[in-house]
């Protein structure tokens, strides 16, 4: 809707280990959704920041062979228990704990730039497209 502001991009990572995934961001889409889904072969979790009670779900699959193809059916979602807490409010309790002298054991500066170079990569392709 403005010129040289993408109002809606799909961003798709491949990584060499074959582990693939996208993220889609829209200004315009009508829903506030803040959903992270990764898919396995075992089944898939969900969870949907926006949603109330946040819950963290698994779907466990079930293959169902016949002479032509495999169909796959979600059993009933098991619920995974976790700590609610802010994020920032994480962020910040651990960056004082560093501060501090403990490790850094969640994170470390090569994470940091692996972000820098996706966000990079995504930054520039926007940048070189025809819009």
């Not at 280990?17 to 506030?32: D, M, R």
Request: aromatic content about 8%; glycine content about 4%.
């Amino acid at each position: 809707m403005q010129k040289n502001i993408h109002d809606t991009t799909i961003t798709y990572l491949k990584y060499p280990n074959g582990i693939q995934g996208h993220i889609y961001v829209s200004w315009l889409h009508p829903f506030k959704e803040h959903r992270l889904v990764i898919i396995g072969t075992k089944g898939s979790l969900h969870f949907e920041d926006s949603s109330e009670n946040k819950p963290l779900l698994f779907y466990e699959k079930d293959e169902s062979h016949n002479q032509d193809s495999i169909k796959l059916i979600n059993k009933i979602p098991k619920k995974i228990d976790y700590k609610k807490a802010m994020p920032l409010e994480n962020e910040l309790n651990n960056f004082i704990e560093i501060i501090k002298g403990d490790s850094v054991d969640c994170a470390n500066i090569d994470h940091g730039i692996d972000v820098v170079k996706i966000l990079e990569m995504a930054s520039s392709s926007l940048s070189s497209e025809n819009t």
